[in-house]
């Protein structure tokens, strides 16, 4: 069953600017990450947030995690072509898997 | 530093085919994760493994198997193999049950299917 739900979907910005990405779950989780996709290529891992931790900073990015409204963003600060992708939440729990949203793809405009 | 390796890259086989993906996780980690992601959707988890043992299992089909071998290395066997099952294969190892610090992920095996 489909955990995580990206807001919005696509997004397209311009070079330099920032990008913020959503993502909304519906059960209780021990982390929640975010991974990156280039086109048709592997996932790439970017952050994981704690359920006990509110944000956490990697770069340029930034995760924060809401869990009372179930809901955690990504921000990439200004940004490059190169970030050009698709971007995945997945929650983890005690299980041993983690479950990915739709993603968003994000286009950065030169 | 080493990655989770998986093999072959690429693969096409006809309808009602079997295919044998491999995947060969980061040494010393002792969990195997699958999924798969068609094309333009989220990746799907199929199945897990720890220790030699399964230890999740997922959206994996009967037609699908697998198995986590002495070396930890695992492998996914496909039969009666179809069009739907098109799509990229992903590995990824961690250490332990728990998923502390994020899944390390293959480069994947793209199956096409024809």
């Known amino acids: 069953s489909q955990q995580g739900e990206e807001d919005p979907q696509a997004l397209s910005i311009q070079e330099g600017e920032n990008a913020t990405m959503n993502c909304s779950y519906k059960t209780s989780i021990n982390n929640l990450q975010w991974y990156r996709q280039n086109s048709g290529r592997g996932l790439v891992h970017l952050i994981l947030i704690r359920s006990n931790e509110r944000e956490k900073h990697s770069g340029r990015l930034r995760v924060t995690l809401d869990t009372s409204k179930k809901s955690s963003s990504l921000l990439i600060t200004a940004s490059r072509a190169a970030d050009t992708a698709s971007y995945f939440c997945a929650t983890g729990n005690r299980d041993d898997k983690i479950i990915f949203g739709k993603g968003t793809r994000l286009h950065i405009l030169p | 530093a080493a990655g989770v390796i998986q093999s072959p890259r690429h693969l096409i086989k006809e309808k009602r085919e079997t295919a044998t993906l491999k995947c060969y996780p980061i040494p010393r980690h002792d969990t195997v994760y699958w999924y798969q992601q068609g094309p333009g959707q989220d990746p799907q988890f199929l199945i897990s493994?720890?220790?030699?043992?399964?230890?999740d299992k997922g959206s994996i089909p009967d037609r699908f198997s697998a198995q986590q071998f002495s070396d930890y290395h695992s492998e996914l066997n496909m039969s009666s193999l179809e069009l739907g099952d098109s799509a990229l294969y992903f590995c990824a190892s961690s250490v332990g049950r728990q998923n502390y610090y994020g899944y390390t992920f293959g480069s994947g095996t793209r199956l096409t299917v024809v």
């Open positions: 493994f720890y220790e030699k043992m399964q230890s």
